[in-house]
């Protein structure tokens, strides 16, 4: 119940999420800069010449890869000339600038990245294990046991959301900096991109009460156990 109302509330943010990208997307840029023209841009002035700007397939696929060291820019942004693609292209950029910068929070991010990714894998198999009744074979798999595993992967996965959390409002306000000391667009303009930022952070935010939310549902299966 707990993981289905968090599902619904992520589905409406992000359906809000794409109707203003949809509304500020059609609005042209004064300067008539494309979403790729700004990253270049951005980079540039801030003295970052060895990351790639590229297209990527999908919508709001955009993401900075600190490992290769490029910016990946979905189609309508990269070619798009308008506030919201503006805001995502600084966005990432951002990342690039804290990566080149050595900024501490998306370094710890970067270091939890394979712990992240082998407590997914780990969960999955416990749940697995549960719902084909491992533990039907007495003293091979306690369900205490089940509990305290799927605690420690919800500690990691709040852990990563949270520390997520500083790292892309860090980026949107590097982003939005940087758009308004260039000039880069209209006070309405940056009024537009600032929305649009503020919405896309909304996910991480929904995203970190879930993680936590489910954190403290089974921590408090476990201490009922323990009554």
């Excluded at 943010?13 to 109707?19: E, P």
């Excluded at 700007?53 to 798009?80: A, F, M, R, W």
């Excluded at 919201?84 to 950029?93: D, F, L, S």
């Excluded at 952070?201 to 089974?218: E, K």
Aim: aromatic letters at 10%.
């Amino acid at each position: 119940m707990i993981t289905g109302f968090f599902m619904l509330v992520g589905w409406m943010v992000s359906s809000r999420l794409k109707n203003k990208f949809k509304k500020y997307s059609e609005i042209r840029l004064s300067k008539d800069l494309t979403g790729a023209d700004i990253a270049r841009l951005m980079l540039a002035d801030n003295g970052i010449h060895d990351v790639k700007v590229i297209s990527v397939e999908g919508q709001l696929t955009d993401h900075y890869n600190p490992v290769n060291k490029t910016v990946n820019l979905s189609q309508d942004v990269y070619n798009g000339r308008n506030a919201a693609a503006t805001a995502v292209a600084a966005h990432e950029c951002g990342h690039a600038v804290q990566h080149a910068k050595a900024y501490s929070m998306l370094e710890f991010r970067s270091a939890m990245v394979p712990i992240q990714n082998i407590s997914a894998k780990v969960i999955n198999f416990v749940f697995l294990a549960m719902m084909f009744g491992a533990f039907a074979i007495k003293g091979l798999f306690s369900f205490d046991t089940a509990l305290l595993v799927i605690i420690a992967c919800y500690g990691v996965f709040a852990l990563f959301a949270l520390v997520t959390l500083p790292v892309e409002f860090d980026a949107s306000k590097r982003a939005l900096a940087w758009i308004e000391d260039r000039g880069i667009v209209t006070p309405q303009e940056h009024d537009m991109a600032k929305d649009a930022l503020n919405s896309a952070a909304m996910t991480y935010v929904v995203a970190a009460i879930g993680a936590i939310t489910m954190l403290l549902y089974y921590v408090m299966i476990f201490m009922g156990r323990r009554d």
